[in-house]
């Protein structure tokens, strides 16, 4: 097995060759785990090997926490996972229930800060693979007093904290990075995984080290890393973090590349010389650097160079803006391109705290004559006040449909679901805290409060995929852009280090390096901030534009980046432009970007000329321009007036689904009805109308590649050829497996692929399908050994037609497993039955039933039980479970959801917090209810009531859901608002 290190020189295209490599194995039918540091270096690798390849089969390309995820996830379940707000909450109690052990931090253990400091260093050591007995044994060299009683209460509560989580059965985030190196071995995630890449790397902790050399000591798998980031700043430190270690480990090392990433030699040379003491003797093209004297006037002017840019042809995506300083700008970033019209790929999110209902609450907590309470009196205080704003929620929605709402209410109207997740996640932390029933000062809750707020965020808009990029520093690790924007080159922000005034002082931090712990240390993260800002630099292919702001948003003083001087001093460069806060009213008419900045501009026009006592030139010409299009407004009126029309009134018409006459005549000559056509029906009533009644089909063509509908047709084939007459199972069944899976690939439509092609996806197909059998069979085994009777299949993929909801349906159930008990020395059925429907990977939840959008599985219910009453002649039939299973989303268990009894769902494979079980009552209560649904859709039909779905996204201004009958469809907000209006 091959282990090779590429210990390259900054812009070696070693990149495009290891994704060349994975092109190769991808033709022989072997795969590969593709590490990269970021989720932009993500897209990319996958952007160019989708070019090449157009597609991968069985391989990953992801980030190192995911290795981590995958390498854990058969050995831990995700609901014992606890993240930071629950960590601080259980390090609180161990620290109050210590407190008379500690020597030195006792008198602050349980203060929130403390907490905090103690949270990260916890943090760091167990990222340093420093365990609690470790740092017990470090403290015997410690010689200064105060550091040893420090790090005795640290390593007391780190200890103490540790055991909790096991007692627990609890795993932090940082445990999983630990568990991964213990379980590397005997986890499934590696199993026939032929190369590992990591890539992109200039800073991995000791743990993502260790790990790397528990998978290199297996020698089952080539391993190769590259970094391609060897310059006169980073050598050293880059020799000491990736070097050192990787040559302990036995890999080989590479330094030699045999090609460069294309690049303006002047930013290449820049990049080079970055801190090296040396200068660019000649000047250098294409680098502007920018004083602006706020947030706003940084980002405007940088969204005009690129509205710019774009106008004269330029892909957005070949655009990043690095901004490291995210909650400040964001905002301003999200409004002034947008009013630019410039396309964005930024997750626009606001903190759940600038959310007025998210301050009602605070302001309830303390005004409340409550000063103790117990925790979950807490938590239900809370829920009490959101419901009594439930009225006030409702009204909001219902004036949504107006698109008149304000910024303030739009918000409002986001909070409230936000709000619920943030208590139930409290409450989730209150409970592993074991604090749910002690009482908790008002001031302590609310700090509680307040820090579960700072780390929630609300998302507003997602990105747009061919958008400006929106990036920080810490991205830019071997991506390249054209044009380069950096905001904020301000002290503080970029770099932006630790200034150390928690646990420890300067001093106790060098002693604590003495022992081998590495704690914000001061130089050592500069040096870190230094080298991505070099990357950042040597992103830009073309132009590169770096800017900084005179203040901050509070009126403070604020100076240029310490890095933005070396970038002067090195490129003998000054500042190309300065802008006062005045100027930035200034703007030429030639350089307006927006409606908004041109009436500013126009207006300000009039107002000097005013002013100065003359009418504003072209006046005339311009009230002239008013009254024409006044005149052309009114010609838009009229020939509106139909359509305002329409909207207001209270019923549909046939323009908009409502058919008169004898339609039930028409409906029930024109369709024959199936649990799928009524799942259509849910999803969209006036599409139903035009699919099955006027016969009016999306255009389909036949691909060179398989539909997913044809994949999951196949693996509906395939799994009933293996079923069918099945005597065995304990374990797969080889020669029937082989048997039925090439008789199902021989049924696949003939496609236009190439052999290697053809091979890959064959091996997916066989690997994804012997992978849920074998699980089933599990399951199935696992309900012997639980109950001690046997579950085997009845019937497969088998049609039934039935007339039980008023109409003629016919229906495919694609498989009914009965209970069999042992009477008199044979197996006999009990009664009992679980009926499944195959899905190809994604799977509703009881939500899409609710949401009227999936009640697909109550369909084969009814049929089921009726059909089992024929065949087996009893009366006392019972169905456990209506489940549905994903055929590609199992892993080491099958992945599946749907209704179940609580009393069997141990039994049937349910395990952990899963949430949908109902007891007998409730379970037939709610087929009851989703009974009443169907009967309601099928009503509607034969009535013809096909009206257009009350909110239907695709008609969202930034909707990613589309729908091939949009042209014809006569959807508005202002008539579904009428029809609300009226419901009242």
């Known amino acids: 097995m091959e282990k090779r290190l590429y210990f390259e020189p900054m812009f070696s295209d070693r990149r495009e060759r290891l994704i060349d490599m994975c092109v190769d194995l991808q033709r022989q039918g072997k795969n590969f785990i593709y590490i990269l540091p970021s989720r932009e270096a993500i897209r990319d690798v996958r952007h160019k090997l989708l070019e090449k390849l157009g597609g991968f089969i069985n391989s990953k390309i992801i980030m190192f926490d995911e290795l981590e995820n995958a390498l854990t996830e058969q050995f831990i379940n995700s609901s014992n996972i606890i993240f930071q707000d629950i960590e601080k909450l259980m390090l609180q109690k161990v620290c109050e229930n210590l407190k008379d052990e500690l020597n030195y931090f006792n008198k602050i253990c349980t203060k929130n800060g403390f907490a905090e400091e103690n949270k990260s260093f916890i943090k760091n050591l167990k990222r340093s693979m420093v365990s609690p007995e470790d740092l017990s044994e470090r403290l015997e060299n410690i010689e200064d007093p105060i550091l040893k009683d420090k790090l005795f209460d640290l390593s007391l509560i780190y200890d103490e904290y540790t055991k909790t989580l096991r007692d627990k059965e609890l795993f932090d985030v940082d445990d999983i990075s630990l568990l991964s190196i213990e379980k590397a071995a005997e986890s499934a995630e590696l199993f026939g995984v032929d190369t590992l890449i990591i890539d992109g790397f200039i800073n991995i902790d000791k743990v993502n080290i260790e790990l790397i050399r528990k998978i290199a000591s297996l020698n089952t798998l080539n391993i190769y890393v590259n970094c391609p980031y060897i310059n006169n700043l980073s050598r050293e430190f880059l020799e000491e973090e990736i070097l050192i270690p990787f040559e302990e480990m036995g890999f080989k090392l590479l330094n030699d590349p045999l090609g460069f990433h294309k690049i303006k030699l002047s930013f290449k040379e820049l ?535 008023g109409v003629l349906i016919t229906s495919r159930v694609d498989r009914v497993d009965l209970e069999y008990e042992m009477a008199n020395g044979k197996w006999t059925p009990t009664g009992k039955y679980i009926v499944y429907d195959y899905k190809k990977k994604s799977i509703p939840d009881i939500d899409k039933m609710l949401n009227k959008e999936n009640c697909q599985i109550a369909f084969y219910h009814y049929f089921v039980n009726e059909y089992l009453k024929n065949e087996l002649q009893m009366d006392n039939l019972d169905c456990m479970a209506l489940l549905y299973l994903s055929v590609e989303g199992t892993n080491t268990k099958i992945k599946m959801n749907g209704l179940y009894r609580t009393e069997y769902k141990k039994a049937l494979g349910f395990t952990g917090s899963n949430k949908f079980d109902m007891n007998k009552e409730v379970f037939y209560t709610f087929l009851q209810y989703l009974k009443g649904l169907i009967e309601e859709s099928i009503n509607n039909i034969r009535n013809g009531d096909f009206h257009y779905k009350l909110d239907c996204k695709c008609f969202e201004k930034f909707s990613f859901t589309s729908c091939a009958y949009n042209e014809v469809c006569r959807y508005s907000k202002s008539k579904m608002t009428v029809i609300m209006e009226a419901q009242i």
């Not at 959101?386 to 008149?404: G, Q, T, V, Y």
């Not at 630099?537 to 073309?542: F, G, I």
């Not at 050829?721 to 199902?744: I, P």
């Not at 074998?774 to 085994?781: F, G, M, T, Y």
């Open 271 to 805: 990049s080079e010389k970055y801190y090296s003491g040396d200068k660019i003797e000649e000047g250098i093209d294409g680098i502007t650097i920018n004083k602006y004297p706020c947030i706003a006037a940084e980002v405007r002017e940088t969204a005009r160079s690129i509205k710019e840019k774009l106008i004269k042809g330029e892909n957005p995506e070949d655009i990043a803006v690095f901004v490291n300083n995210k909650d400040e700008y964001s905002t301003t970033l999200h409004k002034i391109f947008k009013e630019f019209a410039i396309p964005l790929y930024m997750t626009y999110e606001l903190p759940l705290s600038s959310f007025k209902l998210s301050r009602d609450l605070l302001s309830f907590i303390k005004v409340s004559d409550k000063s103790l309470a117990l925790g979950e009196e807490w938590l239900e205080f809370f829920k009490e006040m959101i419901k009594e704003k439930d009225l006030e929620i409702s009204k909001l929605a219902k004036e949504a449909f107006k698109s008149n709402l304000s910024y303030e209410d739009r918000l409002y109207l986001k909070s409230k679901e936000a709000l619920e997740k943030l208590i139930n996640d409290i409450h989730k932390g209150f409970n592993l805290g074991e604090i749910l029933h002690e009482e908790i000062e008002k001031e302590n809750f609310s700090n509680i409060y307040i820090d579960y707020l700072n780390n929630a965020t609300i998302t507003l808009e997602k990105p747009i995929n061919t958008g400006v990029k929106i990036l920080n520093t810490d991205l830019a690790k071997g991506v390249y852009y054209k044009h380069v924007y950096v905001l904020g080159l301000n002290e503080g922000d970029i770099p932006k280090v630790i200034k150390n005034d928690g646990l420890f002082d300067e001093l106790e931090v060098e002693n604590l390096k003495a022992i081998g712990i590495n704690y914000q240390d001061y130089l050592w993260e500069l040096s870190r901030e230094k080298i991505r800002f070099n990357l950042t630099l040597s992103s830009a292919e073309e132009t590169l534009n770096l800017s900084y702001r005179s203040s901050g948003e509070d009126g403070s003083f604020t100076i240029a980046s310490s890095l933005l001087d070396e970038v002067k001093y090195v490129g003998n460069l000054k500042d190309t432009r300065v802008v006062s806060m005045r100027e930035r009213f200034n703007i030429p008419f030639n350089k307006t970007m927006s409606s908004k900045e041109l009436k500013a501009m126009e207006l300000k026009d009039i107002f000097k000329n005013k002013y100065k006592g003359f009418e504003s030139l072209n006046i005339d010409e311009k009230l002239m321009l008013i009254e024409n299009f006044e005149n052309n407004f009114k010609e838009m009126i009229s020939s509106g007036l139909a359509e305002y029309h329409r909207g207001k009134e209270k019923e549909f018409n046939r323009f908009e689904g409502i058919l008169k006459g004898n339609i039930e005549k028409i409906v029930l000559s024109k369709n024959s009805f199936s649990p799928s056509k009524l799942n259509a029906y849910f999803d969209c009533p006036f599409k139903y109308m035009l699919q099955y009644l006027f016969d009016l089909q999306e255009e389909q063509e036949e691909d060179d590649e398989l539909s997913a509908m044809e994949i999951g047709d196949f693996y509906h084939r395939a799994l009933y050829y293996y079923y069918e007459g099945l005597k065995v199972y304990d374990v797969l069944d080889e020669v029937k497996f082989n048997s039925s899976f090439n008789k199902a690939i021989e049924e696949i439509r003939e496609i236009q692929m190439s052999e290697d092609e053809l091979q890959i996806l064959r091996n997916k197909l066989w690997k994804d399908t012997k992978n849920f059998i074998e699980c089933d069979l599990k399951r199935i085994n696992k309900y012997e050994k639980e109950s001690g009777n046997i579950i085997r299949p009845f019937f497969l993929e088998k049609f039934i037609e039935s007339d039980i909801f």
